[in-house]
């Protein structure tokens, strides 16, 4: 799609104008799908000439590759070299690597542990995506283990065999979970192209350098097989870090095919903070997916909240529910209290009511996910606003409290939020949510 305008596919759309696919004409449904806003199956009359050109065409220049039994985990799909230029779209996953020569109630208590990971970061469960099995025993025991790891945690595999015979059966052992095959060389990803098809696995691929990757990455897909994952084989985090961006300025800037693909890291230092180092280098540069070596819930932590970081769209800032929210278990006459919409915000400000020992009511209107300034500033946070929500949402009738504390920085609202909900007293509230202990201690409490 990078090298056809809008005006040039619109050549080839059956120029009807019959507004089904969503646009009304032809040509904007065209721009949208130069602009990569629209998928061609959104036009029922496409002919298969336009089908045939456009497909290949509108395909993102890095491939997407699902994976699991729903394939819901999505790979790829990427369009832009830096976030800020539009937005990354799938999140580098993270795997746990467990051996199958470890004893079974070792492998089994890893899987356990692996399983009911979770992190809550601004209301979003975070988990482990994927687990990583790597064979060192024979092929019974990398069977076993596959098995195990898929029966335990039921998240598709990386499937990190020795050969092609150990990594068949296993293909077959766990077929129909949608996990990735890492071929060990050149000659085993050939062999294993018709095992991954017929599993329904994807395929990780790998060569001495990046020449010997695209000629193999070309001649898989011509033999009409692409679910494909890049492993390159660096010997250092600088050459990994120079080999990823290389990669991918290739695919993204010059629509290069056969480097088109998401990439798969093995994480290698047995020490934590090297390792941590290397797995944030992979979420940073592009990485598809990367193995860690063990479960640590201190570097899971820190690197899902750098992931998290990376990866939210810059043009749609996380946001909660409108709604308003109990914080403990707050009665009729309990305090409320009333903030915006932006998740960070609504978070800090829910903890530290918490905190300060009370139970009250958090009011949490609409405004586009935007902090209490930016949204006061942009017209979604005004006293008018607050409210009418409070009054359509059936609050009112829900309290028998007529006082309501506004953030310090939007004081000015005051006199308007008491003409929106006549009988209310507005309390002005700390600037900063920190202060809210102290505030509720002197004007709530006392």
Request: some cysteine; hydrophobic content about 45%.
């Amino acid at each position: 799609m990078a090298t056809l305008t809008g005006l040039q596919i619109q050549k080839l759309l059956p120029k009807t104008n019959c507004k089904e696919c969503g646009s009304n004409t032809c040509l904007a449904f065209a721009m949208k799908l130069a602009a990569k806003k629209a998928n061609l199956s959104e036009c029922p009359y496409a002919s298969d000439e336009a089908k045939q050109v456009l497909g290949a065409a509108s395909e993102p220049p890095v491939k997407e590759v699902a994976l699991g039994a729903d394939k819901a985990l999505k790979l790829g799909g990427e369009t832009v070299l830096y976030r800020h230029e539009k937005t990354f779209v799938h999140q580098t996953a993270l795997a746990i690597n467990v051996n199958d020569t470890e004893a079974a109630a070792t492998r089994a208590a890893a899987l356990q542990a692996i399983r009911d990971y979770t992190l809550v970061r601004v209301g979003e469960t975070l988990r482990v995506d994927m687990v990583a099995v790597t064979q060192k025993g024979d092929t019974a025991a990398f069977v076993t283990a596959a098995q195990q790891a898929w029966e335990v945690v039921a998240r598709p595999l990386v499937l990190r065999g020795a050969d092609v015979a150990s990594l068949t059966a296993a293909a077959v052992a766990v077929k129909g979970s949608g996990s990735l095959l890492v071929a060990p060389d050149a000659s085993a990803a050939e062999a294993l192209v018709a095992v991954a098809k017929d599993n329904g696995h994807a395929l990780a691929i790998t060569a001495p350098d990046l020449n010997g990757l695209v000629v193999l990455a070309a001649q898989i897909k011509q033999a009409g097989f692409n679910d494909l994952v890049l492993r390159f084989q660096t010997h250092s985090l600088a050459e990994q870090f120079q080999t990823s961006s290389i990669a991918r300025r290739a695919a993204l800037k010059d629509n290069y095919k056969p480097l088109g693909y998401p990439s798969l890291y093995f994480v290698t230092s047995p020490d934590l903070l090297a390792s941590t180092v290397e797995a944030s280098t992979e979420i940073c540069k592009y990485g598809g997916i990367c193995v860690l070596p063990q479960l640590d819930p201190a570097q899971l932590s820190s690197l899902m909240t750098l992931r998290m970081n990376v990866y939210t769209d810059p043009q749609k800032p996380i946001q909660v529910e409108p709604k308003v929210y109990p914080i403990g278990e707050p009665k009729a006459d309990s305090p409320v209290f009333v903030t915006t919409n932006f998740s960070l915000t609504y978070f800090i400000v829910s903890g530290e009511i918490e905190n300060s020992g009370i139970s009250a009511w958090l009011v949490v209107p609409e405004c586009e996910g935007m902090s209490v300034l930016t949204s006061w500033a942009a017209g979604k946070f005004s006293g008018a606003s607050i409210g009418k929500f409070i009054k359509e949402s059936g609050f009112e009738k829900q309290v028998t409290t007529r006082q309501i504390v506004i953030p310090g920085y939007v004081a000015q609202i005051s006199g308007e939020l008491e003409e929106a909900l006549p009988g209310w007293k507005v309390l002005v509230g700390p600037q900063e949510a920190a202060d809210i202990e102290s505030f509720v201690k002197a004007r709530l409490k006392g």
